[in-house]
Structures are given as C-alpha cells and as structure tokens.
C-alpha cells in the first residue's frame, strides 16, 4: 500500500515502553508506515525520524544520539500553556491581526495551515470557534494527539472544545465551499526559515523534513479570499514577500513576524 500523499518514505512508527502499543500498530496502519515496536530512538539507525509515542503522547522524534527532543502539539503544558495563562489577551498582534476587538461578537476562524495548532489555540483561548485543516497525515496526527490530550486538562479542555479539525487539503474544501463559510480565514503556510536559533532550526528542520514547502500558497489565498466573509490575514515572516496576489490591505508587524490583512468588509458596528 503507498503512504498517504505528504508522507515521507523514511519515516517509521515507534513506542516506548510506557506508551502506548496498540495505538502505535494503529497509527501505524492508517499512515502506511513501518511499526518498529518498543524502541529506544537513540539506538534507531535505519530510519532518521520516528513518529514516537511514549507516556507524554505523541512526537516526531529525530533518532541517534544526541539529537533533539521529540515536536509535539503540546497545550497544556510548555509555551501554550504559559501563554493560556500570562499571555497578552486581546492586546496580541494575532488578536488585533483576525480583528477581535472590532468583530464584537465570537468569530469562526478558519484555519487553513494548523500546522502543530498554536495559532488557532491563542484564538481559541480568547473566545473564536476555531476549524483546521492539516493536509499532511503525519502533522495530523500530531496534532489530533494534542487536541485529545488538551481534551482531558481542566483548564485547557474547554479551548480544545472549540477546535474541529479537518483533515486535507484546504483548498480542495474552500473551492467547494460558498462564499461566507467562515468570518475569518488565517494562512499560515510554511517559508524558508533564516532563523538564527539553533533551536527553532532543529525543530523546523524536522518539521520541514514532514510538510516541505507549501509552494501552493498563491492559490491557497486567491480560494481564501472568494470564502471569507470579513478578512484574510496571512502570517510571514517580517521581512519577506507578501503571498503572490493582490496587496494586502494593510498589515501588523511584530518583532519576527508579520500579518498581512486583506479586508473583504467591514465587521458589523454595535
Ligand atoms: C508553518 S505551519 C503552520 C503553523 C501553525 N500556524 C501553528 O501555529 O502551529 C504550515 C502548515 O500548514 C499546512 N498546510 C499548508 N498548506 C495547506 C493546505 N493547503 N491545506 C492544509 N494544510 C496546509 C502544512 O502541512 C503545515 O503543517
């Protein structure tokens, strides 16, 4: 059987001793992937990258000796988690980017590349219904793992509960969708990353290793912009290119990033 488009050949499915075997072999078998059993990725040599399950869920895990910690979607605890409780509430530049404060009422944002969801889980805590679609199997699964085990924390569950993932090509479901299918549509499609930090490179070099470049982005944002109701807004980086295609309407920029916002109206006033 051939793996499901967008996952890579070298990759194998692995569990540690305190995870989860059953639902390793399952994984296994719905992504078309080798099942290594009860491995330790250190000592794994015929495959560079593992979809790895132990006791605190499931990660992409680089394999040999010395190499980084497993990518995870991880909202209850690390960043997510931090941010759930200090962070900057409405006042954020992705809050400002989706038009919170204007918009007065909860908006339903569609979330075309969720990627490992961090995005769509900031918009989630402060009150948007959030859908996400992930083309790729592998971040998928990566992700659906998060949202399940987000599901079962007291405080994260209820952000969770606003979060519907989809699995698929978004522009596939935007070209069939009528216009107005959601408030608002962010893009967030992956960039060549110029990043200095040798962490965020370890981590984006094995995540780049799964997706690739989403090259498609032009014609992400031309089917975004025929659905939305109210705006589009693309995340890049600070310096780089807008998406090929009209100009954005205006944009907000941050210390890294930026968000380019295409208006298509007006949110209603009172
Ligand atoms: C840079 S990541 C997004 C990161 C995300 N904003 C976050 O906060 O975790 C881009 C993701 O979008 C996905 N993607 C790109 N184009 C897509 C499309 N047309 N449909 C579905 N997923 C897409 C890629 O597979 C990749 O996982």
């Not at 990258?49 to 690390?78: I, N, S, Y």
């Not at 980017?97 to 075309?112: C, E, N």
């Not at 025929?226 to 090929?244: H, L, N, S």
Request: hydrophobic residues 40%; proline residues 7%; aromatic residues 6%.
């Amino acid at each position: 059987m051939r793996p499901p488009e967008n996952t890579p050949s070298e990759l194998a499915v692995g569990c540690s001793p305190l995870g989860d075997y059953h639902a390793a072999r399952s994984l296994a078998e719905s992504l078309s992937l080798p099942l290594l059993g009860t491995v330790r990725p250190r000592d794994v040599r015929d495959y560079p990258v593992l979809l790895f399950l132990d006791e605190h869920g499931l990660g992409l895990q680089v394999t040999g000796k010395g190499a980084p910690g497993p990518v995870r979607a991880e909202f209850v605890t690390g960043k997510a988690g931090y941010r759930r409780e200090h962070g900057g509430g409405t006042g954020q530049l992705i809050a400002k980017a989706v038009g919170l404060k204007k918009a007065r009422q909860p908006l339903h944002v569609l979330d075309a590349t969720a990627g490992l969801g961090q995005d769509a889980f900031v918009l989630a805590s402060l009150g948007c219904r959030l859908t996400l679609f992930e083309r790729s199997p592998v971040i998928h699964a990566l992700l659906s793992d998060g949202l399940s085990r987000a599901a079962l924390n007291e405080q994260s569950a209820p952000i969770a509960a606003r979060m519907a993932l989809q699995s698929g090509n978004s522009i596939d479901w935007l070209s069939q969708a009528g216009a107005g299918a959601a408030d608002v549509i962010y893009l967030d499609p992956m960039f060549p990353h110029r990043d200095k930090s040798a962490l965020v490179k370890k981590e984006m070099q094995v995540f780049r290793t799964v997706v690739g470049d989403d090259d498609d982005s032009p014609a992400l944002l031309e089917a975004a912009l025929a659905v939305a109701t109210y705006r589009v807004v693309v995340k890049r980086p600070r310096k780089a290119e807008p998406v090929r295609g009209p100009e954005p309407t205006t944009r907000i920029e941050g210390k890294s990033s930026r968000y380019d916002i295409y208006s298509i109206k007006a949110f209603p006033a009172g």
